[in-house]
C-alpha cells in the first residue's frame, strides 16, 4: 500500500478540556506534529465545572472499581510532583453516621485507599473524635466520631492551561475559538475542516483524528463516520455552589446522605466554602445551570452536619458541568462509571484512524493521554515512548526545598510587594511568576489595579502567553478572581480587554 501524502499535521485534536490537552502535550513530546483546536476558551466546559479535587475516589471503591481507584491514586503522587503551584495536599473529614456505612466498612475502605495506590508523600488515615479536636470545627455537637484521609486539591482550568502551555513548548499548536466543522477521510488522511468564530473555514490535513469533545464526543463521532456510532454517552450534569466559609480550619468534609451520594464541602479561595456535587441526567449539555432543586439539595445535606445553617440566599456563585460518562449500561446517574473508555476507528483500511474518548476523571488525564498514545502507536511506529511520569507541567519546576523555598526566594527578589499578591501569583503560575513581575518595585509598577490580587501586567501576560481574550477567560478560568471583584470591577477588566486588545 503506497504512503499517504505528506500531511500538515500527524495528529489533530478536537476539544481543549483536561483530555485533549493531555494527549496534545504527551503527543508533541513523542515527536508528532499536533494541532488541538477548541471551539471555545481552553477548559470552558466540563474540565471548569469539577469539585476541583485529585483523589482517588473513595466512594468508587463501593462499586468495585478497583482499578480506577488504584490508577487514580497513583496519578494522584505524580500530579502532586509535577504542579505543586496548582495541586496541594487536602484532609478530608469523614463525619461517622452508623445508620448509613458501618464504622468497620468505613475502616476497611480507608486501609484499601491508604493502600491501593503506593501512597508515599500524604499521611494515612486515622479515626478521631470531632468534639474534642480541630477536626469537628463547624459541625453539630452530636457528631462525635470520625475519620480523616488525605487527597489533594487543584485548579482544574489552570491544570488545562499548563498543559496546553507545555503542548505548545513541545511544538503542538493551539488554537482556541476554532470549531471543528467536518472532517472526512481521503486517500489515508483525515481532510479536516476548521470553522473560526467569524465565520471564515479552512482546510487542514492529519494522519489521525482525536476527538477528545467532552459531552460533544457523540455528536463529532456521528458527523465524521461513515455510519452512526454505536457507543453512547450519558450526560451527568454536576452542580456546586460557594459560600462564606463554614469552619476556620484548613480541612475539608466529605458528607454522606441517605441516597447514597456524598457531598463535599471544601475550603476555597481563602473566603469560601465549595459544597458539591449533584448527579442529575441531563439532555441538554450546551450552557448547563443550576437549578434551585439541586441547590436546595446541597444546602439540606450540608445542613444536616453543620452547626450553623446555610441558606441559598448566601450562596455567592455557583457553576455547573455535564459529565460525558460512557453509558455502560447502569441506572443510577451516581454508579456509571468515572474511568475513561478510548474507541478506535480505522475506517475501512489501516490509514486515518479516529481515536474517541469517552468518560475520564480529572486525575486520571495523563494515564488517559498515555493510553490514547499506545492506541495509536501502530500508526506512528516512529514515535518516542512515554515520557510524562516524570516531567514537571509549567510552573511546577521548583527548587531544591519545593513552593516554600521559591516563595521565600520570590519575597528576596520583590520584598516591596505584598505577601498576599505574591501568593496569589505563585499558586496560579509557579516558578513562572517573574515573568509577570518582571522588574517591579513595587505593586504599582504593575499597571491598572482590578481589585484582589489582579493587575494589568498579569491580564496582559494571559492575553498574550495563555490564551485568554475575554473577561470571563481572565476572572474565572486563568484567575478565580471574579470571586473576589464587585460587578463594577468586573466590568473594567471587560473594558481594559476591549480597549487594550479589542477583545469582548
Not at 143 to 165: E, H, P
Not at 245 to 252: G, I, M, Q, T
Request: net charge neutral; hydrophobic share 40%.
Amino acid at each position: 500500500m503506497p504512503a499517504p501524502e505528506v500531511s500538515d499535521y500527524d495528529l489533530a485534536i478536537a476539544g481543549g478540556g483536561i483530555n485533549g490537552t493531555g494527549i496534545a502535550r504527551d503527543a508533541a513530546g513523542r515527536g508528532l506534529k499536533v494541532l488541538l483546536v477548541e471551539k471555545d476558551d481552553l477548559a470552558s466546559h466540563t474540565s471548569s465545572g469539577s469539585t476541583k479535587l485529585i483523589h482517588g475516589g473513595l466512594r468508587y471503591l463501593e462499586y468495585y472499581e478497583f482499578r480506577l481507584v488504584s490508577e487514580a491514586l497513583a496519578e494522584r503522587e505524580i500530579l502532586l510532583r509535577a504542579a505543586p503551584h496548582i495541586i496541594a495536599p487536602l484532609q478530608f473529614v469523614l463525619p461517622h453516621e452508623p445508620h448509613l456505612r458501618p464504622a468497620w466498612m468505613i475502616r476497611a475502605g480507608l486501609f484499601l485507599y491508604d493502600h491501593l495506590g503506593g501512597r508515599k508523600t500524604l499521611p494515612s488515615s486515622i479515626g478521631v473524635h470531632l468534639g474534642r479536636s480541630k477536626w469537628g470545627a463547624g459541625l453539630k455537637a452530636k457528631f462525635d466520631k470520625g475519620f480523616v484521609y488525605s487527597d489533594a486539591k487543584v485548579d482544574d482550568a489552570r491544570l488545562v492551561v499548563v498543559n496546553a502551555l507545555a503542548a505548545r513548548e513541545q511544538g503542538a499548536e493551539i488554537r482556541t475559538r476554532t470549531r471543528l466543522v467536518g472532517a472526512r477521510r481521503d486517500r489515508g488522511l483525515w481532510r479536516v475542516t476548521l470553522g473560526r468564530s467569524a465565520g471564515a473555514t479552512e482546510e487542514v490535513r492529519a494522519r489521525a483524528l482525536v476527538n477528545a469533545a467532552g459531552p460533544w464526543v457523540k455528536q463529532v463521532l456521528d458527523e465524521v463516520s461513515a455510519a452512526p456510532a454505536k457507543a453512547a454517552v450519558r450526560h451527568v450534569k454536576g452542580s456546586h455552589i460557594v459560600v462564606p466559609r463554614v469552619h476556620p480550619e484548613d480541612h475539608a468534609y466529605i458528607l454522606q446522605n441517605s441516597d447514597n451520594r456524598i457531598v463535599f464541602v471544601i475550603p476555597y479561595e481563602s473566603d469560601f466554602s465549595l459544597i458539591g456535587t449533584t448527579d442529575i441526567p441531563v439532555d441538554d449539555f450546551e450552557a448547563p445551570v443550576i437549578s434551585r432543586g439541586e441547590i436546595d439539595y446541597l444546602c439540606e445535606i450540608a445542613n444536616a452536619y453543620l452547626a450553623r445553617p446555610i441558606g441559598a440566599g448566601e450562596v455567592v456563585w455557583t457553576y455547573s458541568g455535564v459529565r460525558p460518562l460512557y453509558d455502560d449500561g447502569t441506572a443510577d446517574p451516581s454508579a456509571v462509571t468515572r474511568d475513561y473508555v478510548l474507541k478506535l476507528d480505522t475506517g475501512e483500511g489501516s490509514q486515518a484512524p479516529l481515536l474517541s474518548v469517552f468518560g475520564g476523571k480529572i486525575t486520571t488525564y495523563r494515564r488517559l493521554a498515555e493510553s490514547a498514545l499506545s492506541e495509536l502507536k501502530p500508526f506512528f511506529p516512529q514515535m518516542k515512548g512515554d515520557w510524562t511520569r516524570a516531567e514537571p507541567l509549567p510552573g511546577g519546576d521548583m527548587p531544591r526545598g519545593g513552593l516554600v523555598a521559591f516563595e521565600r526566594d520570590l519575597a528576596g527578589r520583590y520584598p516591596a510587594l505584598p505577601v498576599a499578591l505574591r501568593a496569589a501569583l505563585v499558586r496560579r503560575h509557579g516558578t513562572r511568576t517573574p515573568r509577570i513581575l518582571g522588574e517591579a518595585k513595587m505593586a504599582g509598577d504593575l499597571g491598572t489595579f482590578f481589585g484582589h490580587t489582579l493587575y494589568a501586567a498579569e491580564i496582559d501576560y494571559l492575553v498574550a502567553h495563555e490564551w485568554a481574550r475575554s473577561a470571563d477567560d481572565v476572572l474565572w478560568r486563568r484567575t478565580k478572581c471574579g470571586l473576589h471583584l464587585t460587578v463594577g470591577q468586573r466590568n473594567a477588566v471587560a473594558a481594559y480587554l476591549r480597549e487594550q486588545y479589542g477583545h469582548e
